[in-house]
């Protein structure tokens, strides 16, 4: 006997059209249940109403050839139920007639009958996952695929986002091409006035169809992103969205939420910790670096936690309330008690050294590592940076933001109240004043391969600024509001600029790239984050990792397909690299768990609110380090040479820079 369930399988729906025809009217009978119902298990229960002036005899119903008697209840009604399991076979979709017939003493009769429908919800298939994001050249499409012999009725997609809701549907008006009889199909930009998802913006999909027998099936996912922007090329996807990315690998959060490190050439995963469910309410509670060796992260549960040559530990109990603050080489940098002690962290040892303590501060305590692993730090409480050794770096009121290396100078910001002041410390010692920023944001410093930018105030707005490693100093934005480096945790102040000295910064929602004597070219919405890699400027949005095209490369991919910038295919022009294809053959999304890429369950996966006993954390008693046995990772991290870091750290070894006049030209 085949068991019938509302949410998980094919379930029975009876829709009952009634034409009551009474063979004599002294006799009355109306079916009353079900009644444009779902049937639940495996039955199909009757109940009907009849009625005569004479005493009702005999009440039966008939369904495919099966015949039941219905028993009186009481107030006229009568009632019974089909055993499905009695038709010996499964019973095909479609609507089967329900008879009903009703009898008097006399002989005299009445029937009625019904509609039952053996009823499949339709499927509902659509071109993107969740984490995708929408690219030039590549439309929302949805389709309802019914069971036959029925037919879809409907269907529509709506994408919701904090400015507002865009839907689609098959009763807008303009015409949709049903290349497929029976099925339904909606395209992004056959919209009722033919607009496209506006760019720049992330959106919650809900996309919902019916055949007209039984409720809607309704699916919602997201997030998903739109960016349409010319100068990007997708170049590859993860499996989830991308906390941090190198040459060969991507470190990414899967919509089931699990951590996990993916191989870009071979498009193996390994599998680092799934997190439980509603302990990470918001995205973005997950961050972390990826290492030579694995990675390290912070965790929605309030971990830190490392992963290193397949051997997970915690660097950080959530008990201390612990924030991960900096990465690069074999050094990582957190934060306990609400950043009253800061600790450096050796990964391959899984030891810890204590940098800095001050029960009560009033900080954010914010640190760099350099290539060579010495740490720079700043606290509210200190007016100088400190570095290696216990090097000091100038000497400011306000409160001391973020110091950024680069392996060559130190760069850092301090806040009064009103103004930031900015200030650069060469290898020698020098200190360089930079400008001042009516912003009191510490994310306002960039330092790269010599090259420092920096915010300075014209009056009105911050602009760009750039100060090139022969020390001079280079307007590159002049917009009437102010401009922002595209900053993202653990990289702060290292992935804005290039190896040539432009410079990426973000204004009014899109994102530029400026350089010396030119005017900031747009490359895209401000969606995501922008980083230099190995030579190239490349943007991650979601789960998708975009190169940026030159000006040159991007007109001539235009000029080969002959079409406008929304209709710029995004597979075309990748130069042998992966084609990320949209077809509903490679990419259909019947729910949530189907996905283009081979994306199995991990057999066993750890979690990070297990108990599982600390390592290399700080005895929260006694203050001691705690030095456990096992391997670490080690990470890479901001560019800079690890010999140039070396020999900035020995030239600041011991020394304390006085309060020096800020030299202005």
């Known amino acids: 006997m085949r068991t019938y369930h509302r949410h998980t399988g094919t379930a029975v729906a009876l829709t009952v059209l009634l034409a009551a025809q009474a063979a004599d009217a002294a006799v009355t009978v109306d079916i009353v249940q079900p009644n444009h119902t779902l049937i639940e298990g495996s039955t199909v229960p009757v109940r009907v109403a009849a009625s005569s002036p004479d005493e009702i ?122 290349p497929v009889p029976g099925r339904l199909y909606v395209k992004e930009a056959n919209g009722r006035n033919g607009n496209w998802l506006p760019s720049g913006k992330t959106y919650t999909l809900t996309v919902s169809a019916n055949v007209g027998v039984g409720p809607n099936v309704t699916r919602t996912v997201g997030p998903i992103h739109v960016d349409r922007s010319p100068r990007l090329t997708a170049v590859q996807r993860a499996p989830g969205t991308i906390l941090d990315f190198d040459a060969t690998r991507f470190l990414f959060l899967d919509y089931l939420r699990r951590v996990g490190i993916f191989d870009r050439n071979t498009h193996e995963i390994t599998w680092i910790e799934a997190i439980p469910e509603g302990a990470a309410p918001q995205l973005g509670t997950v961050y972390g670096a990826l290492t030579p060796s694995g990675c390290v992260y912070q965790s929605a549960t309030g971990y830190i936690l490392s992963w290193a040559d397949g051997v997970r530990r915690q660097v950080a109990s959530a008990t201390i309330t612990p924030r991960l603050d900096a990465v690069n080489g074999d050094t990582a940098v957190w934060t306990s008690y609400n950043d009253d002690w800061a600790h450096e962290h050796t990964l391959s040892t899984g030891t810890n050294r204590t940098l800095w303590y001050n029960p009560g501060s009033r900080s ?181 990792l975009f190169e940026v095209s030159t000006p ?39 729910d949530a768990t189907v996905w283009a890429r081979d994306l199995h369950e991990p057999d066993a996966l750890p979690v990070s609110a297990d108990g599982a006993a600390l390592l290399g954390d700080v005895d929260t008693d006694t203050g001691a380090d705690i030095a456990p046995a096992g391997a670490g990772c080690s990470t890479s991290g901001p560019a800079g040479s690890a010999g140039g870091a070396a020999a900035l750290a020995a030239a600041l070894a011991g020394l304390a820079l006085a309060r020096r006049s800020r030299a202005r030209s």
């Open 57 to 178: 005899y005999y009440v039966e119903a008939e369904f495919e050839g099966l015949t039941i008697e219905l028993t009186p209840t009481g107030d006229g009604y009568y009632e019974g139920a089909f055993d499905l399991g009695e038709l010996g076979g499964e019973l095909p979709y479609g609507p089967y007639v329900v008879t009903v017939n009703a009898y008097d003493t006399f002989g005299e009769g009445a029937s009625d009958e019904g509609i039952v429908h053996q009823y499949a919800p339709p499927t509902v298939v659509w071109n993107v996952l969740p984490h995708d994001t929408l690219t030039a050249g590549w439309r929302f499409e949805a389709k309802c695929i019914p069971t036959p012999p029925y037919e879809c009725k409907q269907l529509s997609a709506r994408f919701d986002t904090d400015s507002g809701s865009y839907g689609f549907d098959n009763n807008d008006g303009s015409p949709h091409p049903q």
């Open 364 to 544: 954010p305590f914010q640190a760099d590592v350099a290539a060579s692993g010495g740490v720079f730090f700043g606290t509210y409480e200190s007016a100088s940076i400190v570095g290696p050794g216990n090097a000091l770096l100038g000497d400011h009121a306000g409160n001391l933001q973020r110091p950024i290396i680069d392996g060559t100078n130190v760069v850092g910001r301090w806040w009064d109240g009103m103004t930031s002041s900015s200030y650069l410390y060469t290898a020698e010692g020098e200190e360089v004043f930079l400008g001042d920023s009516l912003t009191h944001t510490s994310a306002g410093l960039l330092a790269h391969a010599g090259y420092a930018a920096f915010l300075k105030s014209d009056g009105d707005a911050n602009q760009i600024w750039l100060r090139t490693p022969d020390g001079e100093q280079h307007q590159i934005s002049d917009f009437p509001k102010s401009s922002r480096f595209d900053q993202a945790k653990l990289r702060v102040g290292h992935d804005g600029i290039s190896d040539a000295g432009e410079v990426l910064f973000l204004y009014e929602g899109k994102r530029y790239i400026g350089r010396p004597g030119g005017i900031p070219e747009q490359i895209s919405t401000e969606l995501g984050h922008g980083r230099w890699l190995d030579g190239s400027w490349y943007v991650t949005i979601g789960n998708t």
């Open 552 to 590: 040159a490369s991007a007109a001539a991919q235009l000029a080969a397909t002959g079409t406008g910038i929304e209709e710029l295919a995004r597979e075309e022009g990748l130069g042998g690299r992966e084609v990320l294809s949209t077809s509903f053959a490679e990419r259909e999304a019947l």
